[in-house]
């Protein structure tokens, strides 16, 4: 990985830390980014004492360490980092020239207008595409969608394209999501783990008021698209409640 561009994606998660936080101070912001990704205070400012303060002794951070930086600045991981800003330019370098000058007897405005021309055919097909269920990934009536309702999928027909009667998206029908992801209310006592693997079964999203949601299953959030957090015991111990409401949920 580039140095350069990993002191870029440090840079950018403590300036962001700093919009959030009242204090400026380094391990304050180092907290602040550790409460919204899977990374101790201490791996953040030993990061941010490598690539910005230049304590090349430290060693450089492994691929999960900026991993989950990308993540906390809006990015899936490095990779989309380095495609998104600068994998583009490399593709619009290499183009080639629409006009080939080398040609005679074409005329350079029939040319553009024929690109202008199928560039606003491909843009009426998409628009089509999307709005008409027999054209896209939707067969039309009979074919079962489904949508997000508060806490789990439901099956819609597909007509309801593009919302549901509850005004969220529909989507094609995927079975297993379906049958598997939920989002639940957990305490202490919530089974976060598998016994036998020691595997996650709770995921967890921070919303912007402070707000914790979990569900059950690994992917995006079903109404904003942000990619969800397997929960950790740091998380556990300190955001879940030591009990909820039912009963049954008293830690014995």
């Known amino acids: 990985m580039d140095d350069n561009r990993i002191k870029k994606i440090v840079q950018e998660a403590f300036d962001k830390a700093r919009e959030k936080s009242v204090s400026k101070a380094k391990y304050a912001l180092a907290k602040q980014i550790s409460e919204e990704v899977n990374l101790s205070s201490k791996t953040v400012e030993r990061a941010y004492d490598r690539y910005i303060n230049g304590k090349e002794n430290l060693g450089p951070q492994n691929q999960e360490t900026i991993d989950e930086l990308c993540r906390y600045i809006g990015y899936r991981d490095y990779a989309d980092y380095v495609d998104r800003n600068y994998g583009s330019r490399k593709k619009r370098e290499k183009k080639p020239s629409i006009i080939d000058e080398g040609r005679k007897g074409v005329s350079k405005t029939w040319i553009y207008g024929a690109i202008a021309i199928i560039a606003m055919g491909g843009l009426v097909w998409m628009a089509y595409t999307s709005l008409i269920p027999e054209i896209g990934s939707y067969k039309g009536a009979n074919q079962l969608c489904m949508t997000w309702a508060d806490s789990l999928y439901l099956e819609v027909d597909c007509n309801h394209i593009p919302f549901s009667p509850q005004g969220t998206k529909v989507e094609p029908l995927d079975p297993v999501r379906l049958a598997t992801f939920k989002k ?47 929960i950790t015991p740091y998380i556990i111990q300190k955001y879940v409640p030591l009990h909820s409401t039912r009963e049954d949920s008293f830690v014995r």
């Open 184 to 230: 639940v209310k957990v305490s202490q006592s919530y089974p976060f783990f598998k016994k036998d693997t020691g595997e996650p079964l709770v995921w967890y999203f921070k919303n912007k008021d402070g707000r914790m949601e979990y569900y059950t299953a690994p992917g995006l959030h079903p109404t904003n698209g942000e990619t969800l957090r397997k």
